[in-house]
């Protein structure tokens, strides 16, 4: 949980372009339900030019 939320503020500080362009964060979050039970998907990630990276947290 740590490292999720350190790489939150990482790239909210990238993104307001303080040395360059600006990285555009991302979050996804999910939640599913089905026969094996609910099911929960969060990802964060950035992107700046053609380069995305993004990190699956559950």
């Given at each position: 949980m740590?490292?999720?939320?350190?790489?939150i503020g990482l790239v909210v500080l990238?993104?307001?372009?303080a040395d360059g362009e600006p990285i555009t964060p991302s979050l996804n979050a999910g939640l599913s339900?089905?026969?094996s039970g609910v099911n929960t998907n969060?990802?964060?990630?950035?992107?700046s030019g053609p380069v995305a990276i993004n990190i699956g947290l559950f």
């Open positions: 740590i490292r999720a939320l350190a790489f990238a993104a307001c372009g339900v089905g026969s969060v990802s964060v990630g950035a992107k």
